[in-house]
């Protein structure tokens, strides 16, 4: 593609930060992992801030929520600093990463960075199903089934089992068995989202 031709020209280091960062990112939004991260583990920009967002992103795709987690708890000013729809695309992961690893505040916050600048309508049916988790973790039951309900009767199938299944048993304040504990992962469910955005 054109990062590759670009990259195919002798240039200064510095001049191949930019094309090496953004190959990367196309590869990881189009699901080529491994290549990705041979670019973003490359020295010129291994070092990098915005390689740990990117890498935290690689992470979250390959459902490697621990270190998708870390990587994106510590790059809220490179996340700002994105398109807007690149901000949501690692908002929606980031929140999903803390959920599986029961971390509940970051998974609220990283919510109302969603609600402030709204998810894709492609997004959506994703983020309300996220948001029924996360109101069932903390006990809101009333508002975990309402958005569960919501996801049942969308159209996005695996989606919609997620939903049945969280639907059929809410669980209270973190499972009302466990405490929150980030770093754990959360509970296993019989599909997860498969369509990334």
């Not at 695309?89 to 999903?96: D, P, R």
């Not at 998974?107 to 402030?116: E, K």
Request: hydrophobic fraction near 45%; avoid cysteine; aromatic fraction near 4%.
């Amino acid at each position: 593609g054109a990062f590759d031709l670009a990259l195919l020209k002798p240039q200064a280091q510095d001049n191949m930060q930019p094309a090496l960062m953004a190959r990367a990112v196309a590869e990881i939004l189009v699901g080529r992992i491994e290549p990705a991260m041979k670019d973003l583990n490359n020295p010129v920009i291994a070092g990098s801030f915005d390689s740990e967002l990117w890498k935290g992103l690689a992470a979250a795709r390959q459902e490697k929520w621990a270190d998708a987690r870390e990587k994106f708890k510590n790059v809220g000013s490179a996340i700002i600093s994105l398109p807007l729809d690149l901000q949501r695309i690692i908002l929606i992961e980031a929140m999903q990463a803390s959920l599986e690893v029961r971390d509940y505040d970051g998974a609220a916050a990283r919510s109302n960075d969603l609600q402030t600048i709204g998810p894709m309508p492609e997004q959506a049916i994703r983020l309300r199903l996220l948001r029924g988790r996360l109101a069932e973790a903390l006990g809101r039951d009333r508002d975990a089934l309402a958005d569960y309900r919501a996801v049942r009767a969308s159209s996005d199938r695996p989606s919609a089992a997620e939903a049945a299944l969280g639907s059929a048993a809410p669980r209270g304040p973190a499972s009302r068995s466990a405490p929150s504990a980030p770093g754990r992962p959360a509970r296993p469910v019989a599909s997860r989202w498969s369509g990334r955005w």
